[in-house]
């Protein structure tokens, strides 16, 4: 059984520019959601997809965005790149709604 | 939507000792969760435990649901426990909320 499997592990990015992350479910899991986590801080719910489309936003700006593909792999995209958006990027699947959560193990996003 | 406290902060142990990480929650818990989030960062699932205890090796939990907490046992501690320990939950279709974590350091 594939696990949870994020792509890329590391980016580099400057201050502007927008970036895409990508996430595979793990096999047979519907719902994925994405995690913000800085550094010395614990991860931060950003937003949920179930069946393609979103089921919850935590507290973060529209230049977040995200899609759920068919396949229920996802994406998270985020826009205007700022120097605190640099962190650890998360991704969780579950095999359905209120199920728990498996993580994949994360996109290092770096900001200069 | 739901906060989670946990305590302590900071966790200090030889190896071979044994601690106890707690989790308190400001309201109902329905998925609850701990994970070891090891020094490259990934986040490990430990144990769903909304209520109830369980056991795995020298780990254990027990959430007492009615009382909002959640406690996580490690028995004969190894280096290789350490790391950061998550507790987190939802509360029946909010969001999935973390609390701040234990930095756990194990010493040889």
């Known amino acids: 059984e594939t696990g949870v499997t994020q792509s890329p592990t590391h980016l580099i990015k400057t201050r502007g520019q927008q970036v895409t992350l990508r996430c595979s479910s793990q096999s047979g899991h519907n719902t994925v959601s994405w995690y913000q986590q800085a550094l010395g801080q614990g991860p931060q719910f950003i937003f949920q997809y179930y069946r393609e489309e979103e089921n919850g936003r935590g507290n973060f700006p529209p230049r977040f965005s995200g899609l759920q593909f068919p396949n229920y792999s996802s994406e998270l995209n985020v826009n205007a790149l700022e120097l605190d958006d640099s962190a650890l990027y998360l991704c969780?699947?579950?095999?359905?709604?209120?199920?728990?959560?498996?993580f994949g193990d994360g996109t290092r996003l770096s900001i200069l | 939507g739901i906060q989670v406290e946990q305590s302590p902060p900071d966790l200090i142990l030889q190896e071979g000792a044994n601690s106890t990480l707690r989790c308190n929650f400001s309201d109902s818990v329905n998925n609850l969760q701990w994970f070891h989030q090891n020094p490259w960062g990934q986040l490990i699932n430990l144990f769903y435990i909304p209520s109830g205890t369980k056991q795995n090796g020298r780990l254990s939990a027990t959430t007492v649901a009615t009382e909002r907490y959640s406690l996580l046992y490690i028995s004969s501690s190894q280096t290789t426990d350490s790391g950061v320990y998550f507790c987190?939950?939802?509360?029946?279709?909010?969001?999935?909320?973390f609390g701040p974590g234990t930095r756990l350091s194990v010493l040889p």
């Open positions: 987190a939950s939802d509360n029946y279709g909010q969001n999935f909320v």
């Open positions: 969780a699947s579950s095999l359905a709604l209120n199920q728990p959560q498996h």
